[in-house]
């Protein structure tokens, strides 16, 4: 944003104008994806989240100001990188690199994560990615015995009373891997892998989370 003329970069929400949760009459605009406004607005803080800016007024549309222009340039730009063999793909909207890893074994989708919001570096993220794709067998297998250890008796609750009970062999070999994401907080990496649970969960997918210091942390179904 441009605020006195000066240029600065901080992610926002720019939110419709609001009193005791109902919306003011006349104030709810609608703004063209890309465009570049001028608007009357005013910074609030929330208790947690991105800072929002409830707009008061639109001043003007397609407003030519440069360092908007250019920023906005930089940030349609495509940017791709080639990494363990992998195409990655930017993903501005996400902060994340985005691409598909294809084998004999494993076709999965991947999501590494940016060190900060607009930015293109991956920082510890990258290293950690390096080791998940070039022994992705071994942290598989990883992710398959932790989720058995803690999701077995569960998905035995949701199985049918006809059908036989699950073992930990009978879990494992189930789980088809879908994806994995990962990231860096400070000094840690951080991981999810994402598994289809073949009908064990009714169709709802696996998640295994972990970071470096403390590997696998927690296991749990979701979707």
Known sequence: M???????????????????????????????????????????????????????????????????????????????IKRQGVELTLDREYDQYEGNLRTEKYDCNIYLETTEPGGEDVGRAGELYDDIVSRLAWWDEQARQYAAEKLLETANDWRDEEDPELTADDFRRRMTLTGFSVSSKETLGLYSFFYSDDEMFAGHEIFCEGDTEHGFTDSSIQG
């Open 2 to 80: 441009v605020k006195d003329g000066v240029f600065t970069k901080e992610r926002g929400l720019l939110d419709w104008l609001r009193h005791n949760g109902f919306l003011f009459k006349g104030k709810n605009y609608h703004f063209d994806k890309y465009g570049i406004y001028r608007v009357r607005a005013s910074r609030q803080e929330p208790s947690k989240g991105i800072p929002r800016w409830p707009v008061r007024d639109v001043l003007a549309k397609d407003v030519h100001e440069p360092s908007l222009l250019a920023w906005k340039e930089h940030y349609l730009t495509p940017v791709a």
